[in-house]
């Protein structure tokens, strides 16, 4: 009875966190997404950084309601809603979200390093044209990722008995259901067709944060030389937007080598601990919790017009550096 007891507190203590875990996130992701649609909606138009910001945001609303509300309810005792077709679809939804969150971050580092670059470098001709590829680029994204994720639920219709919400013998624990391990065949072309598309968007990445900060230091360098303190706006704005860049990127990057670590774990684990599932799922969790804060922190007028928004005495419209 005391075990039972301790072991519900437990499950009740996991599922707070989970809880305002899933609700901070939702909330940032809606409140940055209100704003850019309310942005397009005021100027017909989008910059690039905010339009790949937009789908980031997206991408990481998807991943907080596929995997922070179904963890919640199961870790407060509601996993009787998951059925066979609810576990595939938030797997379904959380694979997309994430391949759509790195692809997305990929895409921001590289055309922000493209935009930076001198006038006289080799990037000279894309540097004009890069906007204009961005809508494709996004749409190609969400096309790989929508279709390609699909291989798997179709693969498992096949094989319904391997999908459920009970506890069986060797099984992948996903905390709110489990899922049998797949076949070689299946696991290659997993390998294929989601892992190296991840891992070239991470060495895309690293390049394009390299190249920004050596950009950057040159950039500095270039303005103590001519000891001028009047830099110009447009240098100036590309400079902060540069930088918030690159936290953004640093700090997606750290939280999603770090969840790719626990997911590991728990895939390969036979029997994984309750605490190595929960960890894994409030880390894969951070960063599309954190991410839309950190982007409203560095538009530096939208906290004071959001809250005026609020105080219906002026809308959430405005201009921020990314």
């Given at each position: ?259 790719s670590i ?5 895939a390969y ?16 969790v951070c ?36």
């Amino acid at each position: 009875s005391s075990n039972h007891r301790k072991l519900a507190s437990g499950h009740l203590t996991v599922g707070i966190i989970f809880l305002s875990q899933t609700t901070v996130g939702i909330v940032g992701n809606f409140v940055l997404l209100y704003h850019y649609m309310s942005v397009y909606h005021t100027e017909r138009r989008l910059r690039f950084t905010r339009l790949i910001l937009m789908h980031l945001t997206i991408a990481n609303s998807l991943v907080v309601l596929s995997e922070g509300v179904p963890q919640t309810l199961a870790a407060l005792g509601l996993k009787s809603f998951f059925t066979t077709f609810a576990c595939k679809l938030f797997l379904y939804v959380q694979r997309v979200g994430r391949g759509l969150s790195i692809s997305s971050t990929c895409l921001l580092s590289v055309f922000q390093t493209i935009t930076i670059s001198p006038t006289n470098s080799y990037w000279k001709d894309l540097k004009v044209k890069a906007p204009k590829y961005v809508g494709f680029s996004i749409f190609l994204c969400w096309n790989h990722y929508t279709f390609i994720n699909l291989v798997f639920p179709l693969y498992v219709l096949y094989m319904p008995s391997q999908w459920s919400t009970k506890n069986i013998t060797q099984e992948g624990d996903l905390g709110y259901c489990f899922t049998i391990h797949q076949e070689t065949v299946t696991v290659l072309l997993y390998a294929v067709l989601i892992v190296v598309p991840e891992v070239l968007f991470s060495v895309l990445m690293i390049w394009a944060s390299g190249s920004m900060v050596f950009l950057l230091h040159r950039h500095k360098q270039r303005v103590q030389h001519i000891h001028s303190t009047n830099v110009a706006p447009r240098s100036s704005a590309e400079s902060r937007a540069t930088q918030s860049i690159l936290v953004l990127v640093s700090t997606f990057v750290s939280f999603h080598s770090l969840s790719s670590i626990f997911h590991v774990s728990v895939a390969y684990t036979d029997n994984p601990s309750l605490w190595l599932v929960n960890t894994a799922v409030v880390i894969s969790v951070c960063f599309p919790t954190v991410c839309p804060f950190f982007i409203m922190s560095r538009d530096y007028t939208l906290p004071r017009r959001c809250f005026s928004w609020i105080q219906n005495t002026k809308s959430c419209s405005v201009t921020g550096d990314i």
